[in-house]
């Protein structure tokens, strides 16, 4: 611990990325990339992108993308916020929307993405977790009081399980009423979710935040993007103008719109996704394993008399990387990215060999 640091960076605690191996090879499904490649319109955008035009700035209002996908997701294109990765929208938002040294405490689950608490204690947010359901479920009529604002992935992430929209059009709307921000995480709603995004226009408080890592086959790219109504837009606008003006360079820009504009192919693939997701679930339940539903591109398991711990180390072991939470109730869970098929048809080998 530097004697230079502040009291800020001394005492916060950092989000803790999946693990990037370098040492070995790994089947790798553990940070919920997707298994096959982006569009090949998204590499010729890129390629064309990369000229001289790169000495200049870029646009710092990302009107290629926002145009591009007000078109997609039938709004207007100040509708749209491009951000570099969803990651920093979400940090973004926490910063725009949600007031920190008052009493009213930021709600989000007690078993969520591990960001959330991490942005509350970086801006000096109260924050309260609500409990899950015991089939590890977010139950929206929980989030029924007074707060400085609701945040929670659908589906959620380490579970997978996804809320109904009939649950949180009536949540957005209970904290329209108290002038509070709703903010719905769809990193994974392409894969099975219902997505909220639609309503935005009905709800000018509810914000929706995505991400090109998942869906698109964009990890390594770093674009994100939000949906939500004009004022919230330029809420995170105004963050991010205090911050860095300049956060989605050429090609990013280039290559995110492109793959906005290919929507049949990412069908196509995230199909395939979702086929082996479910294959995989029906496999190793077979062998006993408690597998949660998932509408998202991963499946939370826990394997019969085994630890979570124990499992995630013997699964590593052999190549395959997973991974495990070490916290209340879910530390005998691990999350399994999905891979393609003979990457799912590996680890499920893997996991009879180790059962037996």
């Known amino acids: 611990m530097s004697k230079f640091w502040n009291n800020r960076t001394r ?7 999946g693990e990037q191996p370098r040492d070995r090879k790994f089947i790798k499904l553990n940070t919920n990339e997707n298994p096959y490649p982006p569009s090949p319109k998204v590499i010729e955008a ?11 700035y870029p646009d710092p209002e990302s009107r290629l993308f926002r145009e591009t996908a007000a078109k997609r997701y039938n709004v207007k294109p100040e509708q749209i916020f491009a951000g570099n990765g969803s990651d920093e929208i979400l940090a973004f938002a926490f910063a725009a929307f949600f007031e920190s040294n008052i009493k009213e ?12 608490p991490v942005y509350a204690e970086l801006w000096d947010i109260p924050c309260r977790t609500i409990p899950l359901r015991e089939d590890f479920s977010i139950d929206c009529t929980d989030y029924y009081i007074p707060n400085g604002g609701v945040i929670f992935p659908n589906p959620n992430a ?3 399980i996804s809320v109904p929209l009939a649950d949180i059009l009536p949540l957005a709307e209970y904290q329209m009423k108290q002038n509070k921000v709703l903010v719905i995480d769809e990193a994974y709603a392409a894969f099975g979710a219902e997505p909220a995004y639609s309503y935005t226009g009905k ?3 509810l914000l929706t935040v995505h991400t090109m890592s998942k869906s698109a086959s964009l990890a390594g790219l770093r674009f994100g993007f939000a949906v939500g109504s004009e004022e919230l837009i330029e809420g995170l606008c105004r963050i991010r103008d205090s911050f860095n003006s300049y956060t989605i360079d050429r090609l990013a820009s280039a290559g995110a719109a492109a793959a906005i504009d290919d929507s049949a192919y990412y069908d196509g693939i995230n199909h395939k996704v979702i086929a082996n997701r479910e294959r995989a679930a029906a496999e190793l339940r077979g062998l006993g394993f408690t597998v949660l539903p998932s509408a998202a591109n991963f499946l939370f398991a826990k394997a019969p008399n085994i630890s979570g711990a124990d ?3 013997a699964l590593r072991e052999r190549g395959i990387l997973v991974r495990h939470f070490n916290k209340d109730r879910i530390s005998d869970f691990i999350r399994i990215s999905t891979g393609t098929d003979d990457e799912m048809d590996e680890l499920i080998r ?4 180790i059962l037996s």
């Open 46 to 56: 890129i390629k064309n992108a990369a000229n001289t035009d790169l000495r200049l």
């Open 350 to 353: 893997n996991c009879r060999e």
């Open 203 to 205: 709800y000018p408080n």
């Open 11 to 17: 005492n916060i605690s950092p989000y803790i990325p």
């Open 158 to 160: 380490p579970t997978g």
């Open 311 to 313: 499992f995630f180390a």
């Open 105 to 116: 405490s930021v709600l989000f689950p007690d078993i969520t993405y591990s960001f959330y």
